[in-house]
């Protein structure tokens, strides 16, 4: 069991690893669409996103319920940097 979980925890950090770059990117973007007087939200792409990563999770057997709602708090998130 204990095996498991230090893969469970490594995966974990990897997780997190990838979210800070993903929040790094998304200053930039924030900072380019500023520059060019673009909205931070751009509700029809983040729809077609969504829709994009609820096919993936439906093919990779995840519940997509789940993947709404975590995809909906990062993309909540990284509109919030980019307005800091």
């Not at 519940?63 to 800091?84: A, D, G, V, Y």
Request: overall charge positive.
């Amino acid at each position: 069991m204990q095996k498991v979980r230090n893969e469970i925890n490594k995966i974990d950090k990897e997780i997190i690893s990838l979210l800070s770059k993903r929040m790094k990117l998304a200053i930039k973007i924030g900072k380019m669409k500023k520059a060019e007087g673009l909205p931070i939200r751009v509700r029809k792409r983040e729809g077609e996103i969504m829709d994009m990563y609820l096919k993936k999770a439906k093919k990779l057997g995840l519940n997509t319920s789940f993947i709404k709602k975590l995809f909906s708090r990062i993309f909540r998130e990284s509109r919030r940097i980019q307005r800091s």
